[in-house]
């Protein structure tokens, strides 16, 4: 039994810094663990307030005489405060690290909100009146107007923020558009009173297939199964028709739901449709709001005046009253797991939240992760497809060129041949064009350009990459090897690291073809909050015939003139030195091959590369997930990676060089003495991909193990080291796990 107990108080969360003190009277020692509420005196005059154990020990460093009791245990609420705790609670056990960081990751911070933050746009005057003024303005000066009115055409109201965030409009068009007497610009306090509801304004007819999707989940559901669903359906098939549909089921019973898209498909097209159908009950949550937005957001939906909510993995923390379903959309998107500690992964924090609250867990993708696949094919998920494009579109036709030829042919230009003349086609028809290259998990990989020979680890089976020591690192084992001078396939001189970046596309791009209008975007061109919308909306407005970038151009836009998409150097995601090359990189070509030709005009996708043959780029180009899966996870249990085997990494960071390796260097030396042989499998430790970072230095350990539970018990041996290093004035070197790591350390 534990003597003393940090309590953090009444949930005061600008307070969560600092957990207090209380001694436990014996009579509650028996009744009191992390995650409890009690009563404590706290304050002036010793006022009696609720608060929640975090911790407890038997030593504090406080002079024992200035303690005080904790003075009863509350009866168990199932408050939202509870509920939040358990939530806290087991984010710390299943990802590490501590409560505090846990409670912080769950809650947002209290702030009050300023009254400026919200404010909606009203549309005046009526459809038809609208649709007038549209015609008569000038499409090319008057672009942003257009967009505005337009959207006001699917719905009468809209918040300011998106307005001017995800549609680029500026202060000055909404103060033309107000004096012409077309909006009104109202702050939302006004009506922000509970009140009818808005929904069901405008509904779309689902198609056959899409309307038994929705059927068959509902049923699954309403007949007691439990599990969570895969909705696998290519791009364009319509699932977010089918999600809508399952939405208003749920909030036609009074529960509410919440809706995973990753940020960067957040745009102003998919936010429409849910404002357009479900009105002023949905608040979408994203990384610009405010703390004062976001908190304020947390209360409405607490006090039930939302039914919606859409946002990026946090929204996943909203406190409904009832949630009936959670909905994760894109499931595969590298986005959802969290690279902060708690370094959590949404889809397991959503599957713990829908079997707590009851809901529905609906994860969507046309390119699922090869987790949920696996879990659907044991029967632990329920799949469900949507096997055709709505309306009938085509998938585009896709060409693999074969960049070893190009070689021979001497073209050592990044375009091929094919490329080359379809851009000029498309220059001449004044169609857009968009190319990318997938710089996924930093380049660094040596290739031969002659027979696309890749250096990989003979132990781990990723690439490896050129150092600053002139030899091939691995960077989950450690696995040095000389750089080769010639290809040992084929003898070929031509191998070296492969390089391509956006800027020196752009510079070709442009001295090829000097009349035409190019758009970037990469890190480079995106460093303000706003600069990524305003790139999309310039090149959605005509404004540019090709746009140029990394992969960030690919994922959840629809232009409809674009059609043709480019991926230039599909290597560069194949040979990431990480066991998810394969699988990123087809969910990227399969993804980009399904963006050209979403409107009336059929789309054309050409994919580069040195490996022609690689099965991610032959499934990719014909769209064949399940060609692709089998392939891909023979690869994993062959050398022994998840989804069939957890993984584990420890990551190691220290400003000293020495110290952080001394400590992984212990660190692995104690698991493999204290755990019995043959349970786990440690490699490394070695310096991370990324060794260095601001001055931090980087080293990793991977662990791997067939359950979970091994890896735990192998995190708890690192964690107790840390405490004890910690405690002897250690402090130099901190620990990060990462369990399943999905980004690149
Ligand atoms: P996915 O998310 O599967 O890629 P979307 O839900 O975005 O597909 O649908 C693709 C396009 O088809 C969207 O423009 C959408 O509005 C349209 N669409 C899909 N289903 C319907 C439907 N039943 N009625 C009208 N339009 C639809
Ligand atoms: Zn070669
Ligand atoms: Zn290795």
Request: net charge neutral; with cysteine.
């Amino acid at each position: 039994m534990k003597k003393y107990a940090s309590v953090i108080v009444d949930i005061a969360l600008e307070k969560l810094d600092h957990p207090f003190s209380y001694r436990i009277p014996e009579e509650l020692q028996a009744q009191i663990e992390e995650g409890t509420e009690v009563m404590i005196p706290f304050g002036k005059g010793d006022k009696a307030r609720s608060g929640f154990v975090v911790a407890l020990s038997d030593r504090v460093d406080f002079p024992e005489e200035k303690l005080k009791d904790i003075l009863s245990v509350k009866e168990r609420s199932v408050g939202i405060e509870s509920r939040t705790m358990q939530l806290a609670i087991w984010m710390r056990k299943s990802y590490g690290g501590t409560l505090i960081t846990a409670m912080r990751t769950v809650l947002p911070v209290r702030k009050k909100i300023r009254e400026k933050e919200y404010r909606s746009i009203l549309r005046e005057v009526g459809a038809e009146r609208l649709t007038q003024e549209i015609q008569h303005l000038n499409p090319l000066r008057h672009a942003a107007r257009i967009r505005l009115y337009r959207a006001l055409l699917e719905a009468e109201r809209l918040p300011e923020s998106m307005v001017k965030e995800k549609l680029q409009i500026s202060g000055a068009v909404l103060a033309t558009a107000k004096k012409d007497g077309i909006i009104r610009i109202e702050s939302e306090r006004l009506y922000r009173a509970p009140r009818a509801r808005e929904g069901g304004r405008k509904e779309t007819e689902l198609n056959e297939e899409q309307r038994q999707a929705a059927e068959r989940i509902r049923m699954a559901r309403a007949g007691g199964d439990r599990r969570p669903v895969l909705l696998y359906g290519i791009t364009g098939s319509g699932k977010t028709e089918v999600y809508m549909e399952l939405i208003a089921g749920v909030v036609a019973e009074g529960k509410q739901a919440i809706v995973l898209i990753p940020e960067i498909a957040l745009t102003f097209q998919t936010l429409m449709r849910f404002y357009a159908r479900f009105g002023d009950r949905v608040a979408v949550m994203h990384s610009r709001l405010s703390d004062g937005e976001r908190y304020d957001q947390y209360e409405r939906a607490l006090k039930g005046e939302l039914d919606i909510v859409i946002g990026p993995r946090s929204a996943l923390f909203t406190p409904f009253p009832s949630t009936g379903i959670i909905i994760i959309d894109e499931e595969h998107e590298g986005s959802y797991k969290s690279e902060k500690m708690p370094k959590y992964h949404a889809r397991e924090v959503a599957e713990y939240l829908a079997e707590r609250d009851g809901a529905q867990l609906i994860l969507g993708s046309a390119t699922p992760s090869l987790e949920s696949w696996y879990k659907a094919q044991k029967g632990e998920y329920i799949l469900q497809s949507l096997t055709a494009r709505y309306g009938g579109a085509k998938l585009p036709e896709v060409h693999i060129v074969d960049m070893r030829e190009e070689l021979k042919a001497g073209n050592r230009s990044f375009f091929s041949r094919a490329l080359l003349s379809r851009i000029t086609e498309r220059i001449t028809r004044g169609e857009q064009s968009m190319l990318f290259i997938n710089r996924r998990g930093v380049a660094g990989f040596v290739s031969c350009r002659s027979c696309g020979y890749v250096a990989t680890c003979p132990h781990c089976s990723v690439s490896m990459t050129e150092h600053r020591d002139g030899m091939l690192h691995c960077h989950y084992c450690g696995t040095k090897l000389p750089m080769p001078k010639r290809c040992p396939e084929c003898g070929s001189a031509y191998i070296a690291g492969f390089r391509a970046g956006t800027e020196r596309i752009e510079e070709e791009l442009k001295s090829r073809y000097p009349a035409v209008r190019v758009l970037r975007m990469d890190a480079d061109t995106t460093k303000n909050k706003e600069d990524y919308e305003r790139i999309l909306s310039a090149f959605a407005d005509g404004e540019a015939d090709i746009l140029v970038g990394t992969q960030m151009i690919v994922k959840g836009h629809d232009f409809p003139n674009v059609t043709l998409v480019g991926a230039l150097a599909a290597d560069m995601s194949l040979n990431a030195s990480d066991f998810h090359a394969a699988e990123r990189s087809f969910q990227l070509l399969a993804q980009a091959a399904g963006r050209a030709g979403r409107g009336i005009r059929p789309g054309e996708t050409v994919i580069q590369t040195y490996q022609p043959e690689h099965y991610a780029v032959c499934a990719a180009a014909k769209q064949d997930y399940p060609a692709f899966y089998d392939q891909e996870i023979a690869f994993r249990e062959l050398a022994e990676y998840p989804p069939l085997w957890s993984m584990l990494a420890l990551q190691y960071y220290s400003g000293d060089e020495r110290a952080c390796t001394e400590r992984a260097a212990q660190a692995a030396q104690r698991i493999r003495e204290c755990m019995e042989d043959g349970a786990l499998e440690l490699i490394g430790p070695a310096p991370a991909l990324i060794g260095k970072l601001k001055d931090v230095f980087r080293v990793g350990i991977y662990l791997k193990a067939k359950e979970k539970s091994i890896l735990r018990r192998a995190a708890g041996l690192a964690e107790g080291l840390q405490e004890e290093k910690a405690a002897a004035g250690g402090r130099e070197v901190s620990l990060q796990l990462d369990y399943d790591p999905v980004n690149t350390f």
